[in-house]
Nanobody, 124 residues
Framework: QVQLVESGGGLVRAGGSLRLSCAAS????????IGWFRQTPGKEREFVAW????????FYADSVKGRFTITRVNAKNTVYLQMNNLKPEDTALFYC?????????????????WGQGTQVTVSS
């Protein structure tokens, strides 16, 4: 069973940057696609970015395209989300998740394992 732990969240001013990490254990990490999602109170969990098992393919939500970059280092069982030019509307609890689907996975139900989340707060 795969376990995921997110880290790197915090408070940053608008225009600033953060790098989130998602560390995996308990499974064959390099076989899975990994996604990042975010959620604010009262709203549904929202897709942010996805990376294929080998890191060769990525996909982003339109709202973060050009500002966020997802990468992975399979040797470290870790996926990263570099977030630049952050905006107040990026404030959310960010989750990483594992998908065993082939191809881009943008839906919550396509993911079987989730971390506990890391809070990102962007002040104006």
């Amino acid at each position: 069973q795969v376990q995921l732990v997110e880290s790197g969240g915090g408070l940053v001013r608008a225009g600033g940057s953060l790098r989130l990490s998602c560390a995996a254990s308990g499974g064959t990490f390099s076989m899975y696609g990994i996604g990042w999602f975010r959620q604010t109170p009262g709203k549904e969990r929202e897709f942010v970015a996805w990376i294929a098992w080998d890191g060769d393919s990525t996909f982003y939500a339109d709202s973060v395209k050009g500002r966020f970059t997802i990468t992975r280092v399979n040797a470290k069982n870790t996926v990263y989300l570099q977030m630049n030019n952050l905006k107040p509307e990026d404030t959310a609890l960010f989750y990483c998740a594992v998908s065993d689907r082939v191809g881009v996975s943008r839906r919550v139900h396509q993911y079987g394992y989730w971390g506990q989340g890391t809070q990102v707060t962007v002040s104006s």
